[in-house]
């Protein structure tokens, strides 16, 4: 059991002026109060923030969290208030533990909506000061290591929240010994078994590899000596669950897993750590792709380091890590190393940069409202691994990885988001689903016309990209929603030679909130939207009529002649992204093509062709007119069957022809039926109905093509 005098002379070793009256107080305050208690393993209650302090010292920070780590508990399992506190041990000491309390009172649970809002809550409760957060992951860590007088039900929960959110934010600090040990802990509670093996499996393979590592370690000591660079060297096993991980992610086995030993060489200067890298390759010849230069771009959480993988002297794979001391000691400790709250001190601006991620964070879970979209962000942008990236000028950009030149342009500005058109990446046009790699520069390629899309949803991989295209295509939803439901209010009224313009000046009159809506617009977009029919409303409004004016005779309106523009042509289909409509998979019209549109619930309009045999069963009411629109010239997918005599080379035949006419082949099918002939099923992209006429015709002339047939899906 830790006790008081160890934790004050761990801090008598980092700091020591340090006046620690605080800390005995808040010893002597803690015992009292949760005298009598006792934990799980039926040691006095006091342990538990004895030894929570001493992490906290360990991490080298100041008295006042050191203070809260003794007092973390007082206030949720004693009579202690706040206010007890705040008198006794200061404003600071008192906002740790209520904050603490906090977090500690929220159920991670697994219902999406409920999980959201408590990551909310916690990430509210530690915003306020970052050392609440440290302080609850001394907690949870101290928790982890007593985990096993738990019952096992409660352990398997208690280490998957662990896994899902404290591991990764104790990674985020930098501190990597306590994410390593967190992992490690919660590993061995959520897989047993799995844990059980891996350890023998890897125990057994290190004890044949000390040889191995000593050789390795020999070898770069002796080359580092030969150009005159002293160092130190490091050979040491990875943590089990990153082993266990990569065996996972790659569906591997141990034994195809060759750098269970992560190398390290410590040089004085950065210049240094470049210089042994020269050598390193000299030596060992470097596996493309893996080399990562974390010193000209540290991670956010300030780790520096030079990354690279080479193949060892037994042709095996070999992580090599090369730093400063000053930068070893940063990736072992984290923001402690080199940020510390001193008495009285607040925080440096310099030094809160690195939490720009916090901040980003409470920003977000302020604008995102569907708990399912906070929680992606939340996931994809503080628990996965990041990209560095470069403006043109030079200014550094992090992202999650996976992320796109789309999450790069949101990132710079809304519009430029909205108007992204493609982008340069080293110079280099590449296409916007390209993934962004570390030192990458990116340039965006605006333009006026190009908008959003739904694909760019399945592309963009932060939350305030996806937010942002969300928010774009909700708000063009409900522009052509209103455009649509507008037409189709006002052919209904036509119809039953009512006057739509007066319906509207009147703004929808009681019909309006008859159907429960707030305005006439809103209203209007439901029916674009498919919710509620153009019959129901006019249904409602001849109702009233015949209530009021019973006596009187009904008043004939003339139908109006129809005006010109969008109105009169019926519905314009402007492509096959269009928002409000779509093409039917069925009879895939083209651009040319005779057609009609349906009005889906809640999909706009679907567009057939007018000989499409689905248009059969579909409700006359809902059907409307729809007119081309096209002005660009992107492919169309179509289906067409190709019969011909079954002679070899038929198919590049006819795949020659169709190329041959300019279109494109997306899916080729062949059947070959008994009566020797062979059967073909191309989906082609054209770009209308007349350059779909030029590829069957193209198709007909080739030798041995005995019949072309456009055909719909089956
Ligand atoms: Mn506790």
Redesign the pocket.
């Known amino acids: 059991m830790i006790r008081i005098n160890d934790i004050l002379d761990q801090v008598n070793s980092y700091m020591p002026d340090a006046d620690t009256s605080l800390i005995q107080k808040a010893y002597v305050y803690s015992a009292k109060v949760h005298a009598g208690q006792t934990r799980l393993s039926g040691e006095p209650y006091l342990s538990?923030p004895l030894a929570?302090a001493f992490i906290l010292a360990q991490l080298k920070l100041d008295v006042a969290s050191i203070a809260a780590g003794l007092l973390?508990?007082t206030i949720e399992d004693t009579l202690a208030t706040f206010e007890e506190l705040q008198e006794l041990f200061g404003t600071d000491v008192a906002e740790i533990v209520e904050g603490v309390t906090k977090i500690s009172q929220i159920e991670f649970q697994s219902k999406i909506h409920k999980q959201a809002e408590n990551i909310r809550k916690m990430i509210l409760a530690m915003s306020k000061d970052i050392r609440v957060l440290l302080v609850k992951l001394a907690?949870r860590l101290h928790?982890m290591r007593t985990l096993n007088f738990q019952r096992e039900e409660k352990q398997v929960k208690i280490a998957r929240e662990t896994l899902d959110i404290y591991a990764p934010l104790a990674s985020r600090l930098g501190i990597d010994w306590i994410k390593r040990e967190l992992e490690d802990l919660s590993f061995q509670y959520m897989y047993p078994v799995e844990y059980e093996a891996l350890s023998r499996d890897v125990e057994a393979r290190l004890g044949k590899r000390k040889v191995y590592v000593e050789e390795v370690k020999e070898i770069i000591s002796r080359k580092m000596a030969e150009y005159g660079l002293s160092c130190r060297v490091l050979g040491r096993p990875k943590h089990l669950f990153s082993i266990f991980r990569k065996m996972r992610r790659r569906n591997v086995t141990l034994d195809e897993i060759y750098d269970l030993i992560a190398f390290r060489i410590i040089l004085n200067t950065p210049k240094e750590c470049y210089e042994a890298l020269g050598i390193v390759h000299s030596v060992w010849k470097p596996v493309p792709g893996r080399f990562k230069d974390y010193i000209s771009l540290p991670k956010a959480n300030m780790y520096q380091s030079l990354h690279t993988t080479v193949i060892g002297p037994y042709g095996e794979r070999m992580e090599i890590q090369i730093r400063t001391e000053e930068m070893d000691k940063i990736a072992s400790e984290g923001i402690a190393a080199h940020w510390l709250y001193k008495e009285g001190k607040v925080v440096q601006k310099e030094q809160a940069k690195q939490f720009d991620w916090l901040t980003q964070l409470m920003e977000w879970q302020k604008e995102l409202e569907d708990p399912r979209e906070f929680l992606e962000s939340v996931r994809m942008d503080l628990f996965s691994n990041e990209v560095y990236v470069l403006t043109p000028d030079g200014d550094i950009k992090e992202f999650p990885s996976g992320a796109t030149p789309i999450d790069f342009a949101y990132a710079i500005h809304t519009e430029v988001g909205h108007h992204c058109a493609g982008a340069k990446v080293n110079g280099r046009m590449v296409p916007l689903k390209y993934e962004l790699q570390n030192g990458d520069v990116v340039e965006i390629i605006t333009s006026k016309h190009h908008v959003p899309s739904r694909d760019w949803l399945k592309i963009a991989k932060t939350g305030r990209a996806r937010a942002r295209i969300r928010q774009w295509i909700k708000t063009e939803e409900r522009e052509k929603s209103l455009v649509l439901g507008r037409e189709l209010c006002a052919r209904e009224f036509r119809k039953h030679r009512l006057d739509f313009n007066e319906f509207v000046k009147s703004g929808g009159g009681d019909i309006v909130a008859a159907f429960s809506f707030k305005s006439l617009e809103d209203l209007l977009i439901a029916v674009g939207y498919g919710k509620i029919s153009p019959t129901q409303i006019v249904g409602k409004l001849v109702r009233a009529d015949a209530k009021d004016d019973q006596d009187e005779q009904p008043e004939i309106v003339q139908e109006e002649p129809r005006k010109h523009g969008a109105g009169s042509q019926g519905v314009l289909i402007h492509g096959h992204d269009d928002i409000m409509i779509h093409l039917a998979k069925c009879c895939t019209p083209v651009p040319g093509d005779d057609v009609v549109g349906y009005i889906t619930r809640g999909r706009g309009i679907t567009v057939h062709r007018t000989n499409c045999p689905n248009i059969v069963n579909l409700d006359p009411e809902r059907q409307i007119e729809v007119k081309w629109d096209i002005t660009k010239e992107s492919g169309y997918p179509v289906r067409l069957a190709v019969t011909t005599t079954d002679q070899k080379g038929m198919l590049a035949a006819v795949s020659n022809a169709i190329s041959a006419a300019e279109a494109n082949i997306m899916e080729a099918k062949v059947t070959t039926s008994p009566d020797l002939r062979a059967s073909f099923t191309f989906t082609v992209e054209a770009s209308d109905a007349s350059h779909l006429r030029r590829v069957m015709a193209g198709v007909r002339k080739v030798d041995g093509v005995l019949k072309v047939e456009r055909i719909n899906a089956s």
Do not use: F, L, P, Q
Request: charged letters at 35%; glycine letters at 0%; proline letters at 0%.
């Open positions: 538990h929570t973390h508990d907690d928790n």
